[in-house]
């Protein structure tokens, strides 16, 4: 089993910053993806971005040039700074971590979601 624990939401003023983590414990292997989702009012959920066990990144365009995801593999986590935040960035996030545990299974987990409202 892997737990995801997510923190860093919160409400924050246009053109402001906030930083996301989540942090995965329990039987991990190696963890080959790390990827944010985020779910708005009234949409589907889509992916923000995702890093590789390589350091390898990929944004959509909305958020390229604003975001920037990070791992510390250390410590099993990936961060998403978000700068430069609008109104429409406003959604509860998820984090994703695809991997393998110590049993040589394939894991595919989900944080619990953290709520980010950009507004004046």
């Known amino acids: 089993q892997v737990q995801l624990v997510e923190s860093g939401g919160g409400l924050v003023q246009p053109g402001g910053s906030l930083r996301l983590s989540c942090a995965a414990s329990?039987?991990?292997?190696?963890?080959?993806?790390m990827g944010w989702y985020r779910r708005a009012p009234g949409k589907e959920r889509e992916l923000v971005g995702r890093i590789t066990s390589s350091g390898s990144t990929n944004y959509i365009d909305s958020v390229k040039g604003r975001f920037t995801i990070y791992r510390d593999n250390t410590k099993n986590t990936v961060y998403l700074q978000m700068n430069s935040l609008k109104p429409e960035d406003t959604a509860v996030y998820y984090c994703?971590?695809?991997?393998?545990?110590?049993?040589?299974?394939?894991?595919?987990?989900w944080g619990q979601g953290t709520q980010v409202t950009v507004s004046s």
């Open positions: 994703n971590f695809i991997g393998t545990g110590w049993a040589l299974d394939r894991f595919d987990y």
């Open positions: 329990g039987s991990i292997f190696s963890i080959n993806v």
